[in-house]
Structure formats: structure tokens, C-alpha cells
């Protein structure tokens, strides 16, 4: 959830209807003329991507559906994990093989993410839309056909902390006094 964008949704929200940008599950707006680049921070990947393969069940799989926190994933997260690094050598097989794969698509999931927003940064005719349609949503509420279809609609990313939020990026044909930089 972007706590900024929620803030900004009384403020923006008459630039969107007056733009015509009607978006199912809305959490918020960005006007892109008020961001800045932002740099990508890998620093914390590995650990949490070490971590979330410790807690998961099945052991070690990728994207699992359930997550068990006990006293045995801490003596393993204090075995693989110790001063914010990943301890690789102590990390062999199945493991080793599933925890690269992970870290390897958070990573691009995360440049992703901030390659698209830094785009569209400064610009004065673009509305980022922070919305809870990411990842299947998407194609639940048949965004296909009901967003990416519309005139103002340039480009949509999943947020990689959690996929089931979206940022869509919206062309601005009219904009409003006070929001324009």
C-alpha cells in the first residue's frame, strides 16, 4: 500500500474524474510532475528472500502459498543469516538453487517497478493511480477490457512488495489549477 498516494487522493481526486480515469479499487494518486528518481535498493533481498524460503511450506519452495513461523525457521534463519548476510556457503542444493531463483526475480520485480516510475517522473501530463488490481485482480476485475482500452491509459506495473496492488499510469489531457508545477 502507498501511504503517499492515499494522502493525495482528496487532492487529485477532481483531476481524475475531470480526466475521465475511472479505476476499480483505487488506493491512491501521484501526480508525476511532484516525484523524484528513485534509486533501487537491493540491500535487503537476499535476507528476506532467505527467510521467506526458511518459513515456507513446503520447505523452500518459491512463491509458496503458507508460511509457518516457529522456533525452527529462527534456529534456521539464525543457521543461514547472520549479521544481515546471507551465509552462502552453509547453503547447499535444492535450497541454494531455489533461493538465487528468488532473489533473481525480486530483483526484477523491483527494477521493474521504479525503471517505469522513474519514466514517467517530472512529467506534468501524467497521474500515477495506485490501485488493488495487480497481479490476478488484473484479470478478475477484467481490467483488460474496462482500463488498459482507455484513451488516457499509457502502462501498468505490479508493486513488487505485494503484487495484488498495481501503479497505472494515466495521460492527462486537462490538468487543475494548484497541482501543476
Known amino acids: 500500500m502507498d501511504l503517499y498516494a492515499y494522502t493525495n487522493i482528496e487532492r487529485l481526486e477532481s483531476l481524475a474524474e475531470k480526466n475521465n480515469i475511472d479505476i476499480p479499487r483505487l488506493r491512491g494518486y501521484r501526480l508525476m510532475s511532484e516525484e523524484e528518481l528513485i534509486k533501487e535498493d537491493f540491500s535487503d533481498v537476499e535476507v528476506d528472500e532467505c527467510k521467506s ?26 543457521k543461514y543469516i547472520k549479521g544481515g548476510k546471507v551465509l552462502w556457503n552453509k547453503i547447499h542444493g ?25 519514466k514517467y517522473v517530472g512529467r506534468k501530463d501524467v497521474l500515477m493511480v495506485h ?6 485482480n488484473w484479470r478478475y476485475f477484467d481490467c483488460d477490457k474496462t482500463v488498459a482500452t482507455q484513451p488516457w ?25 494548484g497541482t501543476d508545477k
Do not use: M
Request: net charge positive; charged share 35%.
Open 53 to 78: 524460503l526458511i518459513s515456507a511450506r513446503p520447505l523452500y519452495k518459491v512463491n509458496a502459498l503458507f508460511h509457518e513461523y516457529s522456533t525452527a525457521t529462527e534456529k534456521k534463519n539464525k
Open 153 to 177: 491509459f499509457l502502462e501498468k506495473v505490479d508493486d513488487y512488495f505485494d503484487d495484488t496492488y498495481c501503479d497505472i499510469y494515466c495521460k492527462l489531457s486537462e490538468s487543475i489549477k
Open 94 to 118: 535444492k535450497f541454494r538453487k531455489n533461493l538465487k531463483y528468488a532473489i533473481k526475480r525480486k530483483k526484477k520485480s523491483i527494477n521493474r517497478q521504479f525503471s517505469t516510475f522513474n
Open 131 to 136: 490501485a488493488r488490481v495487480g497481479g490476478d
